[in-house]
């Protein structure tokens, strides 16, 4: 197990680094401006999508129902075939009206606004039909135990983005905008190409080939199937996707407030993403498909085991990384984002943006982990209705919010929902089984450590002011 979670951790960590010194170099050039800003806007939608499918989402829909297929190959081809010629479609229409697509996504900017933002947006949206391709592609690598390439392909997206900075950092702002917006495609293009290349090393080809050109002859065997996944995939994909609607409805809600809050959101969100990426969600890739085999086989004793082996894993580093984080969040955004066009006003700013999201990183985390639990027994319903409550309460808390406090206001009301989203979870996975795995002497290690760290960091805090 562990060693699947260190395989997913180093890739992410990797891509974290590199999406990092893209932030830096983004930062410097453009700051927090209306250019940055529609930039954020322009790369949302598809990065919405981007964490939906890569981040578990998608799989935890697919892989039970592809485990459980009697008929694989046509199954999984007939899957990505429709997926493709959807995503496509709305590809098409992105493309073939920009300016509505913006409105959407801006309701709060003007005209002026919306014009320069269409074009951005058209553009960034053709890296949503390639991350799907590589999704699909990387579930099929995971069913296989293979989880390297898909770690690691992440961080290409990265390196052809600081690549076109490095070409225009001596453009203007409209144009570095173009250029970073074609490096999102080319940074999808260069992530399928890699993952291609793992499926035709691990001889999985001939299942998709097999599957497309067999299809018309086989499709009857797979109705049965297909109907099981159609009912299933939605409410696993709604479910598992509640904090990324949430940070997708804070961008929306910002375009509301001065310029800068969406930028302000975005670098916050940037580093509260590492630990909750680094460590919840490469834990939730890994485990995902062994707890999905144990409880296929009426393995539950060593299903629970791994969780609660994960819990204190999570539980330890969740910790350690939030208060870490909300006591040193000033530091830690002047060190990545002060310099250039970024200033120490922008820096007061993203760090109490930063300090709110991270008040909800434990909570967040651990609701990945549970919510597996979930997906695993093909629960899919309830994960839905928990998600559907999270949203309600984002939104109440985001209107109560963003009047008195602003950015900071938006961000406070993410970590609110996913508070409540993780009793949900709790309850749907049973509180008497919950407190069996918790229940440990860890518990004590875990108290005497977080205070033992809250004090070591106040010292630090007070020997670097």
């Known amino acids: 197990m562990f060693k699947s979670i260190f395989t997913n951790s180093a890739g992410i960590l990797f891509s974290r680094i590199l999406g990092f010194a893209r932030d830096v170099m983004m930062a410097s050039q453009l700051g927090a401006s209306i250019y940055s800003d529609i930039f954020f806007i322009a790369f949302k939608l598809p990065n919405l999508f981007r964490r939906i499918f890569a981040e578990g989402a998608f799989t935890q829909a697919f892989l039970p129902a592809f485990t459980r297929s009697k008929h694989k190959s046509v199954f999984s081809a007939h899957i990505f075939i429709r997926f493709l010629l959807v995503i496509l479609l709305l590809s098409m229409l992105v493309t073939l009206f920009p300016h509505l697509s913006a409105q959407v996504i801006a309701l709060g900017y003007d005209e002026t606004q919306i014009a320069l933002a269409a074009p951005y947006v058209a553009i960034n949206f053709w890296y949503l039909p390639l991350i799907f391709a590589v999704t699909f592609l990387g579930t099929l690598l995971q069913y296989k135990g293979h989880f390297a390439t898909t770690a690691y392909a992440t961080g290409l997206l990265n390196v052809v983005m600081i690549f076109a900075l490095y070409l225009a950092q001596h453009l203007d702002d409209a144009t570095t905008v173009t250029y970073l917006s074609y490096g999102v495609v080319l940074g999808g293009v260069a992530q399928l190409l890699t993952h291609?290349?793992?499926?035709?090393?691990?001889?999985?080809?001939?299942?998709?080939?097999?599957?497309?050109?067999?299809?018309?002859?086989?499709?009857?065997?797979?109705?049965?199937?297909?109907?099981?996944?159609?009912?299933?995939?939605?409410?696993?994909?709604?479910?598992?996707?509640?904090?990324?609607?949430?940070?997708?409805?804070?961008?929306?809600?910002?375009?509301?407030?001065?310029?800068?809050?969406?930028?302000?959101?975005?670098?916050?969100?940037?580093?509260?993403?590492?630990?909750?990426?680094?460590?919840?969600?490469?834990?939730?890739?890994?485990?995902?498909?062994?707890?999905?085999?144990?409880?296929?086989?009426?393995?539950?004793?060593?299903?629970?085991?791994?969780?609660?082996?994960?819990?204190?894993?999570?539980?330890?580093?969740?910790?350690?990384?939030?208060?870490?984080?909300?006591?040193?969040?000033?530091?830690?955004?002047?060190?990545?984002?002060?310099?250039?066009?970024?200033?120490?006003?922008?820096?007061a700013h993203t760090a109490l943006v930063l300090q709110m999201y991270l008040a909800g990183l434990l909570p967040f985390g651990l609701s990945k982990l549970f919510s597996l639990w979930l997906y695993a027994q093909q629960r899919q319903g309830e994960a839905a209705t928990i998600a559907t409550w999270m949203l309600g309460t984002n939104i109440l808390f985001s209107l109560a919010l963003i009047a008195p406090m602003e950015a900071a206001g938006l961000a406070l009301a993410t970590s609110l929902s996913g508070l409540i989203g993780f009793i949900a979870t709790l309850r749907a996975f049973g509180y008497r089984h919950?407190?069996?795995?918790?229940?440990?002497?860890?518990?004590?290690?875990?108290?005497?450590?977080?205070?033992?760290?809250?004090?070591?960091?106040?010292?630090?805090?007070?020997?670097?002011?």
């Not at 204190?312 to 310099?339: D, M, N, Q, Y």
């Not at 919950?434 to 875990?446: A, C």
């Not at 005497?448 to 809250?454: E, S």
Request: with cysteine; aromatic share 16%; charged share 15%.
């Open 196 to 347: 291609l290349l793992a499926i035709y090393a691990l001889k999985l080809h001939p299942l998709l080939l097999g599957g497309m050109r067999y299809f018309r002859r086989k499709a009857p065997l797979i109705r049965e199937e297909t109907r099981r996944f159609n009912t299933q995939f939605f409410p696993a994909v709604w479910g598992n996707s509640s904090a990324q609607f949430s940070a997708f409805l804070d961008t929306w809600l910002a375009t509301f407030l001065a310029a800068g809050a969406v930028s302000y959101l975005y670098y916050a969100n940037r580093v509260f993403q590492l630990p909750l990426a680094l460590f919840a969600i490469a834990t939730s890739i890994a485990l995902f498909p062994k707890v999905s085999r144990h409880l296929k086989h009426g393995d539950e004793a060593k299903a629970r085991e791994m969780l609660r082996r994960a819990f204190w894993f999570l539980a330890f580093l969740l910790t350690a990384s939030s208060v870490g984080g909300i006591i040193l969040a000033p530091e830690i955004t002047a060190l990545l984002f002060e310099r250039g066009a970024f200033t120490c006003n922008d820096t």
């Open 434 to 465: 919950f407190f069996d795995l918790t229940i440990h002497r860890f518990t004590l290690y875990w108290l005497f450590g977080t205070l033992l760290w809250t004090a070591l960091l106040l010292l630090l805090k007070d020997f670097l002011n």
